[in-house]
């Protein structure tokens, strides 16, 4: 059995305590990972605190950190092979999309590796003929990064990435859910060269996340995660009045009006909702379909859904692998029989194979004549599909906003003039028209309402990690005026 270590202030070292990560496609143990107490997490943040006011990364040039980000980007690409392997045995996804997608995630240490030395201030056009003030762009400190299970390298690389190129340093919690992709990880950073504390990466449950959000010293926490965890590092951020960044759920609509490509509208919803298990944030959870296409869309959907490979998942053939936890997948079951229950028509799937492993099979429910149905406005996290149609524009609009969520949504229609007016009326952070569950580096990611709030990717991220300094430089030689009157 694999053993992992945390890693605080440049050091590997053991924790005091220790649990077992199981392995989804197996349910049984296959590592032991270190469990961080409250003490851990102290002296993570003090070692990342320590490392914020050294000489040695405090008098570091904006260049000279983009080097190390450089480097840092090489050695994710260098070892990317060995960390979808991990995150594939740890979580369960499968290892098609991890080898793609951590080889991308090198391309968002590059980009804020790019903008280190770019984020600039500005001159103030003052009102007073005898001040030159300017404004500095300055790191906020120590940040707490927390990281769920899922994409557990990418959605670590969008708070890491921009952090760092601001001159913050990090304490970054991986999930107690399959943390051996970051506590790897720790091991690839510790060889580009950065300073002892620079980053530091634990593990634990909730006693150690509410160490670190309420910790005197962080200044910001970005989080991923959902919205009642999101809740908690909330009320936990007033003991430290640290800023919050809050990558939360998302319940998407997936639009298709009667005049899209239907195919390629298919084979965007398999993969909006059953790639990476469905356990993907931006899931396209909802199909909200033009009712003349409704029989015709479905009954494709269903043979597509009904071909997809389940397997292992460090099979580059399997194309949908087990749930990260036996509890995600129970919350999936008692939620399709809660909408089943509500009116909710099974078109395929809900049924749990036999076997070993936390496998769930794509699902899909047809709620048409169930609008109140659970599955609707409850996250599943999970390969299940909720479906409702429509007939007008402004009915699917008002369907598609029918939600607390507000994170990302698709549309589908060759129509542009229709497309626009679904742009300007869709309250989401996201809008991907014709396509589906595209990133990029240099795109912002996230949401409102439920799905949280700041944004991952872009410059605003690298901007998010720094607070404005105004500097004002009196210029006259003369004596101060009157004391008793504000300038």
Known sequence: MQTFQHYIGGAFEEAGATFASLDPATGNPWAQMPAASAADVDRAVRAAEAAFFSSEWAGMTATQRGKLLMRLADLVAENAPRLAELETRDTGKIIRETSAQIAYVA???????????????????????????????????????IVPWNSQLFLSAVKIGPALAAGCTVVLKASEEGPAPM???????????????????????????????????????????????????????????????LELGGKSPFIVFDDADLESAVNAQVSGIFAATGQSC????????????????????????????????????????????????DHAVHLIEASVKAGAKLVTGGTVPEGEGFFFPPTVLDCSDAPDAPCLSTEFFGPVLSVVEFETEAEALEIA??????????????????????????????????????????????????SGHGREGGLQAALDYTKVKAVWLRTSDDPIPDPFVMR
């Open 401 to 450: 906003n029918t939600t607390a969520f507000g994170l990302a949504s698709g549309v589908f229609t060759r129509d542009l003039t229709r497309a626009h007016r679904m742009i300007r009326g869709i309250r989401a952070g996201i809008v991907w028209v014709n396509t589906y569950r595209a990133v990029s580096p240099i795109a912002p990611f996230g949401g409102h309402g439920l």
């Open 183 to 245: 506590l790897e990880f720790a091991r690839i950073f510790d060889q580009a060269g950065f300073p002892p504390g620079a980053l530091n990466v634990i593990t634990g449950g909730p006693e150690a996340g509410a160490a670190l959000t309420s910790h005197a010293s962080v200044a910001h926490v970005a989080f991923t995660g959902g919205p009642e965890t999101a809740r908690h590092i909330v009320r936990n951020s007033a003991e430290n009045l640290a800023s919050t960044s």
């Open 282 to 329: 931006v899931a396209g959870s909802r199909l909200v379909i033009q009712k003349g296409i409704k029989d015709a869309f479905l009954a494709r959907l269903k043979e597509k859904a009904e071909a997809v490979v389940i397997g292992a998942p460090d099979d580059m053939a399997t194309e949908v692998g087990p749930l990260c936890t036996l509890k995600q997948r």
């Open 107 to 145: 391309e968002y240490y590059r980009y804020y590796a790019g903008l280190a030395d770019k984020i600039e201030g500005a001159h103030l056009p003052i009102d007073k003929p005898d001040m030159e003030v300017w404004l500095r762009r300055e790191p906020v400190g120590v940040v707490a990064a």
